[in-house]
């Protein structure tokens, strides 16, 4: 069942969801891998190779929570907010900006999440 109606509401909750620094990491390599293989399928015009970037990207996310977060990825009930708060997330790591939007969310550098 949906319990955040607008992505605004989403955002917190999928960070907080991301809030270990090894989950973080996992999405990260799954992210870099799926836009190399979309980069690399499209300037080789191997239009196959486009199957492999959701896999790409997803195998190591869903990894992560299955066995480092130990939670069910957002994706089975947030399937586009999810993608979209995946890169948001990674633009923001990149650009050194990911620690302020994680403590607004309640998630310390550690890990742990603040209750709410």
């Not at 089975?76 to 923001?92: C, E, H, K, N």
Request: charged share 15%; proline share 5%.
């Amino acid at each position: 069942m949906r319990e955040h109606t607008t992505f605004a509401e989403f955002w917190p909750f999928y960070l907080r969801e991301h809030a270990r620094p090894a989950t973080r990491f996992w999405h990260y390599v799954g992210s870099t891998l799926a836009i190399g293989v979309l980069v690399s399928a499209l300037l080789t015009q191997t239009w196959w190779a486009l199957l492999a970037v959701p896999v790409s990207g997803y195998f190591f996310a869903w990894v992560s929570h299955a066995f480092v977060e130990r939670n069910k990825p957002a994706t089975f009930t947030y399937p586009l907010w999810s993608l979209i708060a995946d890169y948001r997330m990674y633009g923001f790591f990149l650009l050194g900006k990911l620690d302020s939007e994680l403590e607004k969310a309640g998630v310390t550098p550690d890990g742990a999440v603040a209750e709410r």
